[in-house]
């Protein structure tokens, strides 16, 4: 059997194959890396002129409150409104110069229509809810509760109390003599028919000898002010300002002003003719 003799290697040339010798080794890669690298400028050159209009569209919006309504993404809050915002009451003593309305009558459980109204105003006479000024004498008026109609102020164990009105001798007690102040003739003050004045002390209404003194004569003078209630009026304090009568457990009393219904309803009293 002829022995088979492996055919030596040829190099390349011997099989009609030439390398190209009229570049550098390695010129394809170069190609390669710098068109990666013109690509990536490119990009960043792009992503710095994007952020850059961005900038400069958030400092516009921040700027102009309602540009930042055509930016999207971006959401406004309007200010609060204080439009309609309440006004704190004005007047001396904490006193409303705003006139309550006088028209509304008292509903069935003593509350007036108008009970949250502003409080009442200091200049009466001219209002129809205050009454007319009294004569210095012989004007005789019993006082009468509005949300409790038939009860009046009577004096009772040295005190003003709100009663129902009895024999002949607590009409008396229940009838008083409105004169002008003893502080302040614009003003009220009540006599009995022994001659004692009704005068607030400790805050309690009692009635006690005139004893000629400087606080007597304030504690003893109420001044009429505009009542919720029509024909009624409320009596301020000459020398507590912002405190009024009121009727608490049936018991006359100097009391803060409330804006409250049942404030308004203890603190309004009709002075009508006198029941002895």
């Known amino acids: ?17 030439a390398p190209d010798t009229s570049r550098a080794p390695g010129t394809r890669r170069l190609w390669l890396a710098g068109g990666l690298a013109i690509a990536t ?34 959401i406004s809050f309007a200010s609060p409104s ?28 003593g509350s007036p229509s108008a009970a949250d109204s502003a409080k009442p105003s ?5 209002h129809a ?14 006082v009468e ?31 008083f003599k409105v004169v002008k102040g003893l502080a302040d003739d614009s003003c009220y003050s009540f006599a009995t028919h022994d001659g004692t004045y009704l005068r607030h002390r400790n805050f309690l209404l009692r009635d006690e000898p005139n004893d000629g003194s400087a606080l007597f004569r304030q504690d003893a003078t109420f001044c009429p002010r505009a009542s919720a209630y029509s024909g009624a009026v409320m009596l301020e304090s000459v020398n507590y300002p ?28 009709r002075l009508v003719g006198g029941v002895a």
């Open 129 to 142: 809810g205050s009454p007319s000024k009294p004569k210095p004498s012989a004007t005789w008026r019993s």
């Open 82 to 109: 204080v439009k309609n915002a309440p006004a704190p009451p004005g007047g001396k003593s904490g006193m409303s110069s705003t006139h309550p309305s006088t028209s509304a009558e008292p509903q069935e459980n």
């Open 1 to 17: 059997m002829p022995e088979t003799t492996p055919e030596p290697s040829r190099e390349p040339w011997e099989n009609g194959w």
């Open 145 to 175: 509760s509005v949300n409790y109609p038939d009860r009046y102020w009577h004096v009772s164990g040295g005190y003003v109390k709100l009663d129902p009105l009895g024999g002949s001798e607590s009409r008396q007690d229940s009838t």
């Open 122 to 126: 200091k200049s009466s006479g001219s």
């Open 242 to 269: 912002g405190r009024f009568l009121r009727h608490q457990n049936f018991q006359l009393k100097l009391d803060p002003f409330q804006n409250s219904s049942l404030y308004l309803a203890d603190s309004a009293f």
């Open 41 to 74: 400028v490119i990009t960043c050159v792009m992503a710095m002129a994007v952020m850059d209009t961005g900038a400069d569209r958030g400092a516009k919006a921040s700027q102009d409150p309602s540009s930042a309504q055509t930016v999207p993404g971006l």
